[in-house]
């Protein structure tokens, strides 16, 4: 495809109290929808049906359009709503059991009493929502030819399953904020006026709208997200539209190792370095929080000493200005601004610059981030950022019509690209005591993750503990050989004396 998702937003003035009520009541019914929805189909039992979006329209939405006690208790809320708000909870039920895959996949890898042939029908079950809907419901899928000659209980691995799952499974998706509606083209519609351009939105009254006035004179399409800031009354409209990849440059690379981190951005197996700002700007936010939190904890014991003394007034004052949350959300966000613009800016000059074909990265999915290899930087921020530069570096690689290829983290940062051996990772510098070759530690390791990539052996399944196992036998089996290749060289010496 030679085209991307790509969200666009459309912003409006500010709107009166009356808008604002309605906007309101559309939140908090489309809300309790959604959640109705997600406490409905999030089940195990449910697993089978929400698979996709065509599967959840075919078995949820037609059956609940002919159910008389759906119809009455989704009196007050319009079809196009309610039919809006089963899509979304769909693809957020979706979202959970993909997570919920991750999750049961690494215990199966994780868990020493599996043999390989038992792993692997784990592994195949855990292949995607539906196949594993079919142990969850006792139903036995028909095996691929690949495991017809794997030796394993299927009755036992189908309860190991099962039990993983409840184990992984956690609390049902709920939307507590009440900020966000969904509507489609048929619940909106633009009008342009000598005033500007207004955006007219079904309400939950049955034939009524609003008229709200936007910002600029783009007539979006399809289906929209209105997000409702009550604090600065005013909306958010989001549309998601397919938008053009940027074109394939000539001399493209085939293939680069990439290793993320917070102190250097991206460092590449080629041995450049992208940015390098990100870590101060994150530090300044964390050592701003920590000290507005410090004021902002005694300020707190001021008022609660004053709400025991029977002061309300002056309380009142103190939790507006000083512990509110409006206030301190909005400063928190700001300080985040900088560390985006940095991040985007050194993934832009990274796809520029080295103009790759395939990034391999490692797959962090599984494994934290260390706080304390960056002090001073808090553990939410950390895992924020994180998150934060794995979705843009999957968004500019598709942009740039990049391949990217997950490979298994472990022991990449501790191990040598030259003769394969541990070698030792102090701060920001790899020495190996085999070879005596020294590096950058985060250089060196987007080296072993290039090389990674080309190791049949270590997938991205494998746990830690075997991926040392495999590194030490293999540094083992090459130190054999070397003894057995000196051997017939000393046996020479010897007859001919």
Not at 24 to 29: E, F, P, R, S, V
Not at 168 to 183: D, E, M, Q, T
Not at 220 to 225: N, V
Not at 475 to 480: D, N, T
């Given at each position: 495809?030679?085209?991307?998702?790509?969200?666009?937003?459309?912003?409006?003035?500010?709107l009166?109290?009356?808008?604002?009520m309605?906007l309101?009541?559309?939140?908090?019914?489309y809300?309790n929808?959604?959640?109705?929805f997600?406490s409905?189909?999030?089940?195990?039992n449910?697993?089978?049906?929400?698979?996709?979006?065509?599967?959840?329209?075919?078995?949820c939405?037609?059956?609940?359009?002919?159910?008389?006690?759906f119809?009455?208790q989704?009196?007050?809320?319009?079809?196009?709503?309610w039919?809006?708000?089963?899509?979304?909870?769909?693809?957020?039920i979706?979202?959970?059991?993909?997570?919920?895959?991750?999750?049961a996949?690494?215990?199966?890898?994780?868990?020493e009493?599996?043999?390989?042939d038992?792993?692997?029908y784990?592994?195949?079950?855990?292949f995607?929502q539906?196949?594993?809907?079919?142990?969850?419901?006792?139903?036995?899928?028909?095996?691929?030819e690949?495991?017809?000659?794997c030796?394993?209980?299927?009755?036992?691995l189908?309860?190991f399953?099962?039990?993983?799952?409840?184990k992984?499974?956690?609390?049902?998706?709920?939307?507590?904020?009440?900020?966000?509606?969904?509507?489609?083209?048929q619940?909106?519609?633009?009008?342009?006026?000598?005033e500007?351009?207004?955006?007219?939105?079904?309400?939950?009254?049955?034939?009524?709208?609003?008229?709200?006035p936007?910002?600029?004179?783009?007539h979006?399409?399809?289906?929209?997200?209105v997000?409702?800031?009550?604090?600065?009354?005013?909306?958010?409209?989001?549309?998601?539209?397919?938008?053009?990849?940027?074109?394939?440059?000539?001399?493209?690379?085939?293939?680069?190792?990439?290793?993320?981190?917070?102190?250097?951005?991206v460092?590449?197996?080629?041995?450049?370095?992208?940015?390098?700002?990100?870590?101060?700007?994150?530090?300044?936010?964390?050592?701003?929080?920590?000290?507005?939190?410090?004021n902002?904890?005694?300020?707190r014991?001021?008022?609660l000493?004053?709400?025991?003394?029977?002061?309300?007034q002056?309380?009142d004052?103190?939790?507006?200005?000083?512990?509110?949350?409006?206030?301190?959300?909005?400063?928190?966000?700001r300080?985040l601004?900088?560390?985006k613009s940095?991040m985007?800016?050194?993934l832009?000059?990274?796809f520029?610059?080295?103009?790759?074909?395939?990034?391999?990265?490692?797959?962090?999915?599984?494994?934290?981030?260390?706080s304390?290899?960056?002090?001073?930087?808090?553990?939410?921020?950390?895992s924020?950022?994180?998150?934060?530069?794995?979705e843009?570096?999957?968004?500019?690689?598709?942009?740039?019509?990049c391949?990217?290829?997950?490979?298994?983290?472990?022991?990449?940062?501790q191990?040598?690209p030259?003769?394969?051996?541990?070698?030792?990772?102090?701060?920001e510098?790899?020495?190996?005591?085999?070879c005596?070759?020294?590096?950058?530690a985060?250089?060196?390791?987007?080296?072993?993750?290039?090389?990674?990539?080309?190791?049949?052996e270590?997938?991205v399944y494998?746990?830690?503990?075997?991926?040392?196992?495999?590194?030490?036998?293999?540094?083992?089996?090459?130190?054999?050989?070397?003894?057995t290749?000196?051997k017939?060289?000393?046996?020479?010496?010897?007859?001919?004396?």
């Open positions: 495809m030679n085209r991307i998702k790509k969200n666009i937003k459309q912003y409006s003035k500010k009166d109290q009356p808008t604002m309605a309101d009541n559309n939140c908090i019914q809300g929808t959604y959640n109705y997600t409905r189909y999030s089940g195990i449910s697993s089978a049906i929400t698979v996709s979006q065509t599967s959840t329209r075919k078995n939405r037609d059956v609940l359009v002919k159910d008389k006690s119809q009455k989704m009196a007050k809320v319009p079809a196009r709503f039919k809006s708000a089963l899509d979304d909870a769909g693809a957020t979706r979202s959970m059991w993909s997570n919920l895959l991750n999750k996949r690494k215990r199966v890898s994780e868990n009493h599996l043999n390989d038992q792993k692997q784990c592994f195949w079950c855990l995607s539906w196949q594993i809907s079919q142990v969850l419901t006792y139903k036995e899928p028909e095996l691929p690949s495991l017809s000659e030796k394993f209980d299927r009755r036992q189908d309860n399953l099962r039990r993983t799952i409840r992984c499974k956690g609390a049902i998706p709920v939307n507590r904020r009440k900020r966000s509606f969904l509507i489609d083209a619940q909106y519609s633009y009008r342009d006026t000598e500007g351009t207004f955006i007219e939105i079904s309400t939950m009254d049955f034939r009524k709208r609003i008229s709200i936007v910002k600029d004179k783009n979006l399409k399809g289906s929209l997200r997000v409702v800031d009550f604090d600065n009354s005013s909306v958010v409209i989001n549309s998601l539209i397919m938008a053009k990849k940027k074109k394939r440059k000539p001399g493209r690379r085939k293939a680069i190792g990439l290793d993320k981190g917070m102190k250097k951005t460092a590449t197996s080629t041995g450049n370095v992208y940015g390098m700002d990100v870590n101060s700007f994150a530090k300044e936010k964390s050592d701003w929080e920590v000290e507005r939190n410090a902002r904890n005694r300020q014991s001021v008022w000493k004053l709400l025991e003394s029977g002061n309300d002056l309380a004052i103190i939790l507006a200005n000083n512990i509110g949350d409006k206030h301190y959300t909005k400063q928190a966000n300080k601004e900088p560390i940095n985007n800016h050194a832009d000059e990274f520029e610059t080295e103009n790759p074909r395939e990034i391999i990265v490692e797959d962090l999915t599984w494994s934290k981030w260390n304390s290899k960056n002090p001073g930087v808090n553990r939410r921020l950390s924020w950022m994180k998150g934060y530069l794995d843009r570096l999957i968004y500019k690689a598709e942009q740039h019509n391949k990217v290829t997950y490979v298994n983290p472990a022991y990449t940062s191990l040598c030259k003769c394969h051996h541990l070698g030792i990772r102090q701060s510098s790899f020495t190996c005591p085999n005596g070759h020294q590096a950058d985060d250089l060196n390791a987007a080296k072993n993750i290039l090389d990674r990539k080309k190791d049949p270590i997938t494998i746990s830690a503990k075997d991926v040392k196992k495999i590194i030490l036998r293999r540094i083992e089996e090459e130190q054999q050989k070397q003894d290749s000196k017939p060289k000393k046996a020479k010496k010897a007859k001919e004396n």
